[in-house]
């Protein structure tokens, strides 16, 4: 007889009585079973749901909130957002164990960006990219006819950081994180310290970075920071001591790599529970972050890119012209070496890099032309160059020269920035944006021209001014 076959013949077989009974018993009893399980199962998920959720609500409440004004909204969920990332040397914030290391609050005075980034995240495409903007950075300050470095703008607090970049460069900012000397040191040792591979001997004595053999070096926060903070650094080669002349940009692409690696670290101990909160709980109560910036969106942003390769991510630094010695602007000197962003080609590529598509100039966008420079006859070449993209030249005159060698600013009227988003990168040289309440001229555009500047050519049908003055 097959196994499992019932046995023949009559009355009940000697299996049937069991099966019978086995099937009624759990009738009875396996439904009270298993609602009973089902329930303890759910109530120990919702007990561990909760928990997380409630730990995760203490971390976020330990998180500083600012209330930033002027970013931009987020399209809907699942699109790009583009998220400010910067690093402060505010001393009166840090937690006062280490002035004679950074200097106290009254020997350092204000609260500059040493670092500027922009993080774009396409969740979408799962895509990232990371875009630098030089601290030296010589910009329109919004709303006025007067410059600084982009670094200072923070000294105003981070909106009027956030609104310098949207002004500027025409870059939409949907978050603000902020981060001081404390949280970042923070971050490294709760790690245990990070190793990095240096080809050379390096020192600065301003950031106190110190490594006096090449090769791999294990350090703490301390000494990481000294890293991403050398701008006066010095290698050796050969028993030799050479300065790097790059300073701030030389720092801003260590600070990439840097990032990488300490990235790289960091990932494959995020499935750490106690490595995660160490992690957590020494940078949450130095973090900021804008107020919008919800709980639900950073811990969606951490999961949906927590399995990005970081040595995938491109990083880009807007290219910027140097201007040495000791810049005067307005008659008045003191800003020492600052630098011009250049464009055009270089723009498209910080844009493209930010999910940024350029718009076509606006039918019927007026334009006054004011010769900023000093050069003869720019003015009028420029006017020129400008109908041949399609713009109505309203005027030509002179400016009051700023400075010597001088910027290109494409200032723009309210309402009217799309205008000078499609204009910049049509103009080659030292070029930038800049909001003015209104402009004298009545015209949407005001083109103050630099030193170095010429008009990329373009298919597009002139248009006759109303009035001309040749500059």
């Known amino acids: 007889m097959p196994v499992g076959m019932p046995p023949t013949g009559p009355g009940p077989s000697a299996r049937g009585p069991r099966h019978a009974a086995a099937r009624r018993r759990p009738a009875r009893r396996w439904p009270r079973r298993a609602l009973i399980g089902s329930i303890v199962f759910v109530a120990v998920l919702l007990l561990v749901a909760v928990a997380g959720y409630g730990y995760a609500r203490y971390r976020y409440g330990q998180i500083h909130k600012d209330k930033v004004k002027g970013l931009t909204a987020e399209a809907p969920s699942g699109t790009s957002v583009n998220i400010l990332l910067i690093g402060e040397n505010c001393r009166a914030c840090l937690n006062g164990k280490q002035a004679n290391a950074f200097g106290s609050a009254q020997q350092v005075g204000g609260n500059r960006s040493d670092v500027t980034m922009i993080?774009?995240?396409?969740?979408?495409?799962?895509?990232?990219?990371?875009?630098?903007?030089?601290?030296?950075?010589?910009?329109p300050i919004p709303g006025t006819t007067n410059a600084n470095r982009i670094d200072d703008a923070l000294n105003k607090g981070p909106s009027t950081l956030v609104k310098t970049i949207e002004d500027d460069f025409g870059i939409p900012i949907n978050h603000f994180v902020g981060l001081n000397f404390d949280t970042f040191q923070g971050i490294v040792n709760s790690l245990g310290g990070i190793t990095l591979d240096f080809p050379d001997p390096v020192k600065d004595a301003y950031s106190g970075l110190n490594i006096p053999n090449a090769g791999c070096h294990h350090l703490n926060g301390f000494q990481a920071l000294a890293v991403v903070r050398a701008r006066h650094m010095y290698y050796n080669q050969n028993g030799v001591w050479y300065y790097d002349p790059t300073g701030d940009i030389s720092r801003i692409h260590r600070d990439h790599e840097f990032l990488k690696v300490l990235a790289a670290?960091?990932?494959?101990?995020?499935?750490?529970?106690?490595?995660?909160?160490?992690?957590?709980?020494?940078?949450?109560?130095?973090?900021q972050v804008d107020s919008?910036?919800?709980?639900?969106?950073?811990?969606?942003?951490?999961?949906?890119?927590?399995?990005?390769?970081?040595?995938?991510?491109p990083t880009v630094t807007l290219p910027v012209f140097e201007v040495p010695g000791n810049f005067a602007y307005r008659g008045a000197s003191g800003y020492g070496s600052v630098v011009f962003p250049v464009g055009p080609s270089d723009w498209n590529t910080v844009y493209s890099k930010l999910g940024i598509t350029v718009p076509s100039l606006p039918?019927?966008?007026?334009?006054?032309?004011?010769?900023?420079?000093?050069?003869?006859?720019q003015g009028a070449q420029v006017a020129d160059a400008l109908k041949g993209l399609g713009a109505t030249v309203t005027a030509v005159g002179n400016a009051t020269i700023a400075s010597s060698p001088a910027e290109t600013i494409v200032y723009y009227a309210p309402g009217h920035r799309q205008a000078a988003e499609a204009l910049l990168p049509h103009l080659s040289g030292n070029t930038v944006m800049g909001e003015?309440?209104?402009?004298?001229?009545?015209?949407?555009?005001?083109?103050?021209?630099g030193t170095y500047l010429s008009v990329a050519a373009s298919s597009s049908t002139a248009t006759t001014p109303s009035s001309s003055v040749s500059t």
Request: hydrophobic share 40%; charged share 15%.
């Open 436 to 449: 003015l309440p209104s402009l004298s001229s009545g015209s949407q555009l005001e083109v103050v021209t």
């Open 363 to 377: 039918a019927g966008t007026t334009v006054t032309v004011l010769n900023g420079s000093g050069v003869p006859g």
């Open 119 to 139: 993080l774009h995240l396409d969740p979408a495409k799962h895509t990232a990219s990371l875009v630098s903007i030089p601290r030296d950075t010589f910009v």
């Open 292 to 313: 919008n910036f919800s709980m639900h969106e950073l811990i969606s942003l951490a999961l949906d890119y927590r399995s990005t390769n970081p040595n995938n991510v």
């Open 265 to 287: 670290e960091l990932k494959p101990r995020l499935h750490n529970p106690l490595t995660v909160n160490s992690i957590i709980g020494s940078v949450a109560p130095d973090l």
